[in-house]
């Protein structure tokens, strides 16, 4: 029997699925003594959590000693600012990364996913990972942010050192974590800073131009500001959209009526693509910082304290959804959390969304079979659910 900490968890996804049944069924809301957090595992909770900007602060700063790098960094990264500075860059980033921005690169996802699946020259056997579910999404967002293609290599490095750290805890802020960041946030920072200086001199038709312009009851973002929100959507899009391709992937697989269903009627996919989400969250938990003492039933959580809201778990409540294990592909009311909720809900949402759509549209198209084969590798699932790996086998129309 293991026990109730995070720490006592394998980091397989069954097992964490296990823990998050038997946490939201025994004990919804819990301290971890030996990680120094405390877990929150019911819907309802988690979304009273996401919801209370107030109480429950993005800003971990408090927690960490300072650091230059890292400040610059964060400074104008807005998952981890709080209202009213959030409020004031979110509304900024989103004049520049509006929906018709992202409906208009719907043209080019679809020619970059059929340059990606023409490079598998046919081959019946491919690694969806490295083929197409992590160069897509990182080609699209450096294309809108007008970053030169032959970059991509350094900034994925920077990617996996940042967002997929060896272990679960190494998510949790601290004074060691926080120096390994520095180091390549340093780099990124000085990086971002020069593409953003270079876009100021010279516009041109990308986001980090619209960004340099967007301005809102005469305020503008400050070129360190931009340095922070575009460090984030590199890294952001990155493993979550992969692992959610991969997501989808895996689920066809387990499901070929489904998959049979889809590739006679790809009108269905978008309402498949949010099931799969919620029963394969992308993002685990979600971390906040208490900024007062605060009652959950019997529970009282103190001030200054780290809390993990499980998205992964809540997404699987019974007192939430029917049959909350079950794949239903048009599942209706489908109040998934993997975008998070509230203030913080993702950005990126459409984008993910449209690039997950054509990848599979295209892939269905153009393989009339696909399997997964031996070999797939997964992250570790307190942090990230999907593959790192995954085998398939195809075959061409
Ligand atoms: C925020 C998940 C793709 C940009 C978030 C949050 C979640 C999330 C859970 C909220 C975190 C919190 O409240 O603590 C995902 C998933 C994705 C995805 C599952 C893919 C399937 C993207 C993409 C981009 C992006 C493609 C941009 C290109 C952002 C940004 C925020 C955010 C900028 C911060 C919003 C804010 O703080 O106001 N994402 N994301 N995400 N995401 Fe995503």
């Not at 900024?291 to 039933?297: E, L, N, P, Q």
């Amino acid at each position: 029997e293991r026990g109730t900490g995070l720490a006592d968890q394998a980091g397989d996804a069954a097992a964490v699925l296990s823990w998050f049944r038997r946490m939201r069924e025994s004990e919804p809301v819990s301290h971890d003594a030996e990680a120094g957090v405390w877990h929150v595992f019911r819907h309802a909770d988690v979304e009273r959590v996401l919801d209370d900007a107030r109480t429950f602060s993005s800003d971990f700063s408090p927690l960490m000693p300072a650091q230059e790098d890292v400040d610059r960094f964060i400074k104008g990264n807005i998952l981890r600012k709080d209202p009213p500075q959030h409020r004031k860059l979110r509304t900024l980033v989103s004049k520049a990364f509006t929906p018709r921005v992202v409906a208009r690169l719907e043209p080019r996802v679809a020619a970059i996913t059929d340059e990606l699946l023409d490079a598998m020259g046919g081959a019946e056997r491919i690694e969806l990972v490295a083929d197409l579910a992590y160069p897509l999404p990182v080609t699209v967002i450096a294309e809108l942010l007008g970053i030169p293609a032959g970059d991509r290599p350094t900034f994925g490095r920077w990617a996996d050192s940042l967002v997929a750290p060896e272990s679960q805890t190494g998510f949790i802020p601290n004074a060691e974590r926080t120096q390994a960041m520095a180091v390549v946030m340093r780099e990124m920072n000085a990086y971002c800073l020069e593409h953003i200086r270079s876009r100021r001199v010279r516009p041109r038709d990308d986001l980090t131009s619209a960004l340099v312009a967007a301005e809102v009851d005469g305020e503008r973002l400050e070129d360190e500001e931009i340095v922070g929100f575009v460090g984030l959507l590199l890294l952001a899009g990155h493993i979550t959209t992969t692992a959610l391709l991969g997501n989808v992937v895996q689920t066809l697989d387990e499901h070929p009526g489904a998959a049979a269903a889809l590739r006679a009627d790809p009108a269905g996919l978008p309402a498949a693509i949010e099931e799969v989400l919620r029963l394969r969250t992308p993002l685990a938990p979600s971390m906040r910082r208490t900024t007062a003492d605060v009652r959950f039933g019997e529970h009282a959580i103190p001030a200054g304290t780290i809390v993990l809201a499980w998205l992964a778990s809540a997404n699987r409540d019974e007192r939430r959804f029917a049959d909350p294990d079950r794949f239903v592909p048009g599942r209706e009311h489908n109040a998934h959390l993997s975008f998070g909720h509230g203030i913080h809900f993702c950005l990126g949402a459409p984008l993910a969304r449209l690039e997950v759509r054509i990848a599979v549209a295209r892939m269905l198209a153009r393989w009339s079979e696909m399997s997964v084969g031996e070999g797939a590798e997964f992250h570790d699932a307190r942090g990230i659910s999907g593959a790192r790996r995954l085998p398939l086998h195809v075959r061409w129309v």
